[in-house]
């Protein structure tokens, strides 16, 4: 089976502007998570999707926004870009949420300048 | 405020010796704890999952226990060889919502020759 997929892989933006990333899940999973990874805070949940609902939430502002498509696979899009937004942007997906073994992506790493 | 922390922060050990990585969380209420290897430029991979019945749970030369009562997880790396160089990330499943994911900041695991 082909692992979770993410696109793209690294992407350079600047302050204001606005970028979609794009996850596909393990085929058969519908729940797919993103999150973000910085050296200071490590991994945060930014929101969870589940049969192309918006199931969980994590504390981050309305910049972040997502969605799910009906074969499952997601994007997000950060709006207005900061450059505190540079990160690794991580996607998992699981079979059904998580609470179970979530299977993560390479990730997207994006910088802001 | 739900939180978890790991110790030590960064770890540097002889390729074929053993270590202990730890983990105290003060989620509450606990629903599953996992850890996680994530190698440099990687996603994350799952290790052990392990619910609160669980104390011993092993995957190879990992082998991780949970002691619900003290709130403390600790993740034991047997024979350690180079490709475990790694950042290993504790993450706690809980809290009055239910399916939030807490997560440390990860032990950053260096084994030399």
């Known amino acids: 089976k082909a692992g979770v997929t993410q696109t793209p892989r690294y992407l350079i933006k600047t302050r204001g502007q606005q970028v979609t990333l794009s996850c596909s899940p393990i085929?058969?999973?519908?729940?797919v998570s993103w999150y973000q990874q910085t050296p200071g805070q490590g991994l945060q949940f930014l929101f969870e999707?589940?049969?192309?609902?918006?199931?969980n939430k994590g504390n981050f502002p309305g910049r972040f926004s997502g969605r799910q498509f009906s074969n499952s696979r997601s994007e997000m899009n950060v709006s207005t870009l900061e450059l505190g937004d540079s990160a690794l942007y991580l996607c998992?997906?699981?079979?059904?949420?998580?609470?179970?073994?979530?299977?993560f992506g390479p990730g997207t790493r994006l910088l802001v300048l | 405020k739900n939180q978890v922390e790991q110790s030590p922060q960064s770890l540097i050990i002889l390729e074929g010796k053993n270590c202990t990585l730890q983990?105290?969380?003060?989620?509450?209420?606990?629903?599953?704890l996992r850890w996680y290897k994530q190698d440099t430029g990687r996603g994350p991979v799952s290790l052990t999952i392990?619910?609160?019945?669980?104390n011993t749970k092993s995957n190879g030369r990992y082998t991780a226990t949970l002691d619900a009562d003290t709130k403390q997880s600790s993740l034991h790396i047997t024979a350690s060889q180079l490709s475990d160089s790694a950042s290993y990330i504790c993450?706690?499943?809980?809290?009055?919502?239910?399916?939030?994911?807490?997560f440390g900041k990860g032990t950053s695991l260096l084994v030399t020759p």
């Open positions: 998992a997906s699981s079979l059904s949420g998580t609470e179970e073994t979530q299977y």
């Open positions: 993450v706690v499943s809980g809290g009055l919502s239910g399916y939030a994911l807490n």
């Open positions: 392990m619910t609160f019945s669980e």
């Open positions: 085929s058969g999973h519908r729940s």
């Open positions: 983990c105290n969380y003060t989620v509450s209420p606990f629903s599953n």
């Open positions: 999707y589940f049969s192309e609902t918006q199931r």
